[in-house]
């Protein structure tokens, strides 16, 4: 009698229905997944839980709580287990043949910004990339093209422009790389008049683009044409110049740009151009500055600078009065290694580029720092 392995048609309809079985298993173990989740590494121990600034139990009253941290695809957690029997021993066989991918995580985070839709996007001057932390699908997106097939090598800051834009300042390609919704290239700015951009800000109000030009020591304006409508200060130590500006940030009418080898923040209009004030000046004690990056503004007008020498995140109010400090130096939670970018976005919610920790600390502001007024 002529065997079921030597019937061609029989061979043909085992293959088939092979085949359809492992479509089957596979789609049932899709159905069987739970959905992933997002996490910010608390692990509920008490030191994360409830690691307050100022300290509860120093008889002060909290203003700031640690949230956790960004790190990259680590932040999203999906279930090992997907089911028994033959499912599950199904993928167990693809990752014994493929081999799990390695995350993709941070490496030397710079600055960052906050979409209104609540997405992070963390510029990575490790990566010559951006990330994008989308905490409601869950998931985390890499760009790493600022022009055409021109890739980032030393994205630094980054802004939420409009109808989905990001605008990335890129210090060695000299440009403003314009991305639109999706990560996709759009035409650069400012290629013929930057010379070493780092921080970048977007005034909606103006639809203006502030640009700190590093090595020109100048802020320059921009239009979302990419025409150039002014350069702000020169080289100097006075007020309005400066000498090597990086980090800027614009918030109710007021530009504020850390001039960082005058270890300062200037105050602007953003209206007219003209100088307001200056906040925090060169000193070793906390509260003053010698290497000033990232700074941002909170809803209480309070005005955040990053201390990147000594590893410190300063607080001061909105007449420059210092307020308090958040870290040190450290690989614990709450402090930080060469801190870069400080932002926060409309929970008031601060994010800290924790640059040599490769990771970006969160703490939440829970009000009232301004007493000091």
Known sequence: ?????????????????????????????????????????????????????????????????????LRGETNIHRPEEFGEGVVNSIFRVLDIIA?????????????????????????DIGRGAVFMFDETVPEVKVWSKAEGLVDFVSPVGIAIGPDGQTFVADADLGLVARLGPDGQTLPSIGKDHLDRPNGVAYDPLARKLYVADASAHQVKIFNLEGLLLAELGTRGDGPGEFNFPTHIAVANEKLYVTDTMNARVQVFSTASGSYLGTIGKRGMFIGDLSR???????????????????????????????LMPLGGVGFSAGQFHLPSGVWIDARNRVYVADMMNSRIAVFQFLGGGSENE
């Open 1 to 69: 009698m002529q065997g079921f392995a030597h019937d061609p048609y029989s061979c043909k309809y085992m293959r088939f229905f092979i085949l359809a079985l492992l479509s089957f298993c596979l789609a049932a173990c899709s159905s069987l997944r739970e959905k992933p989740v997002f996490s910010m590494g608390l692990d509920g121990t008490v030191e994360t839980r409830r690691l307050m600034f100022p300290p509860a139990s120093d008889g002060e009253v909290p203003r700031y709580v640690y949230l956790g941290e």
């Open 99 to 123: 081999g799990p991918a390695p995350p993709m995580v941070l490496d030397r985070p710079q600055s960052g910004a906050v979409d209104n839709r609540g997405r992070v996007y963390v510029t």
């Open 292 to 322: 000033p990056k990232g700074v941002a503004v909170d809803s209480e007008d309070n005005v955040y600078v990053v201390e990147s020498y000594f590893d410190y995140l300063l607080i001061y109010n909105r007449l420059g009065q210092f």
